[in-house]
């Protein structure tokens, strides 16, 4: 592993923790050479996995672009990173659970949605406001009613 600052070879861990549930470990290290800090993660690879997309189109799952989907809808909540990372960590073992190599992106994105309702239902709206494409206020007003049965 090389420093991402100084491109240096002398690193040192720190620190290790699991995280994600206990699916990943995190290593906060440091440069021997420039003393800068940082963190790397390791987890195992274990989803070779794809998504049929809705017009049929194959792409690989991509832990990335899930977790930028999710910080998205998070943005500005009182919600931590570790519950983010937990909150991924439990969407993977989900997808793992289905025991598929492909999976349409619907299944996915109702796993995200369910999960987000149970996490914050300001975070659920605005990831169900993109998935499910809402095209005016009425839309957002029939999610509201269906999130609070007590109406």
Do not use: W
């Amino acid at each position: 592993m090389k420093c991402p600052y100084c491109n240096g070879s002398s690193i040192r861990v720190i620190d290790k923790r699991d995280t994600d549930g206990g699916t990943a470990i995190r290593r906060r290290r440091a440069c021997l050479h420039c003393s800068k800090r940082f963190t790397t993660y390791e987890r195992a690879e274990v989803l070779d996995l794809f998504i049929i997309k809705k017009d049929q189109r194959r792409e690989a799952f991509d832990r990335q672009k899930l977790r930028r989907n999710i910080m998205k809808a998070c943005e500005k909540r009182s919600i931590s990173q570790e519950t983010i990372d937990r909150l991924i960590g439990d969407i993977e073992q989900q997808l793992i659970s289905i025991h598929k190599t492909e999976i349409e992106s619907h299944i996915i994105g109702e796993i995200v949605m369910d999960a987000l309702k149970n996490l914050d239902s300001v975070a659920y709206i605005r990831f169900a406001s993109v998935y499910r494409d809402f095209k005016d206020a009425a839309d957002f007003e029939n999610e509201l009613r269906q999130l609070d049965p007590d109406d």
